[in-house]
């Protein structure tokens, strides 16, 4: 078989940072000698990295209103992307997976009709926006996968639980970092100033699209607490909602006079926008109520930007408490609330902990490892 794989993937840079983790995919594959080539829409950014194939037959895919339009914009995306490369003699087809749908059963199909081998990433093992996804077509999603990778032994878990598929089908490899991808002109003041932090603050940031899963509310919730011990505290939440309308958390922000204690951007924060925040933030907070892997959390490792995030199994998997990261009970705004106050109570543990993940993220997260991961997972077929 000869070492090449086609990154099939629709969603690209639409809402998320998502390319990133594909721009990194492809220069660990291709740094390990394997030959890579992208599919997906014309919102992603061709990354010019020497020795990718970069195409956009997906189109604008996102463009329309209509979901018919924009289904029909998917299907025939997946055709020619598929067939083309196929075509081209490429055999390994790699999917990453945030919902099982028909649209995922359909690319797979195609590849099998073609004789291809189908790899999928599952980033979510359960759609957070519908856990009720046909199980019919999740079980023959798995099916129709020759290897499926999760990032870590939490969602493996959950997909053998999920499903009736052999371990040995099952590689865990991680998330990689951002590193590769982090460019900025500017330090902390500079970014403050662009956004109007004050400067004098102890920022918490609270980033991504905002879901229900997220916790937001419990953040919010510490923070009246927070608030009254350290009044330099400042928290900026910058992110769209997601099926969420955030005038429920604006109730709490009103009720509890915490306006005054943030900075409220709720809106899709842009590429080249994104630096500013992680480098104004003096901790990035993960109050999730679920989750199976955090880019948020890489991208601040990746920024050398302390974590504390709650002690779901998958952070657990990622960070040490007190060692390269921070963890609190998952849903108690008190024991989030006490964990600020003891964070910024001491400086030096604050800041050697940033280190810590930083280098966690350089050393164990690196592309060029994960890289050669996958291409050992892709020889077994």
Known sequence: MKKRVAIIDPLGAHGSSHHYYLYGQSIGLLNNKFEVRIYTNKETENPNIPGLGFYTFFGVLFSSKRKIFSGIKYLLGSLYSILHARINGYLIFHFHVFHSDFFVLYNMILVKILFGRNIITIHDVYSFKNKNDNIHIVEWIYKLANIVITHNDFSKKEVMNLTDIKESKIKVIPHGNYNLFLESRYNKTESRKLLNIPENKKVLLFFGMIKKVKGLEILLKALIKVKDYNQDIFLV???????????NYQRIIDKNNLQDYCLIHNNFIPDKKLPYYYLSSDLVVLPYREIYQSGVLMMALSFEKAVLASNLQP????????HD?????T????SLADKIITIFSDKDKLDTVSKNGAILAKEKYNWNDIGSQLIQAYQIL
């Open 237 to 247: 939440i910058a992110g769209k909602s997601w099926n969420n309308d955030f005038v």
């Open 325 to 329: 990261g921070f963890l609190f009970e």
């Open 331 to 334: 849903g108690d705004a008190d």
């Open 315 to 322: 952070n657990k998997e990622m960070i040490k408490d007190n």
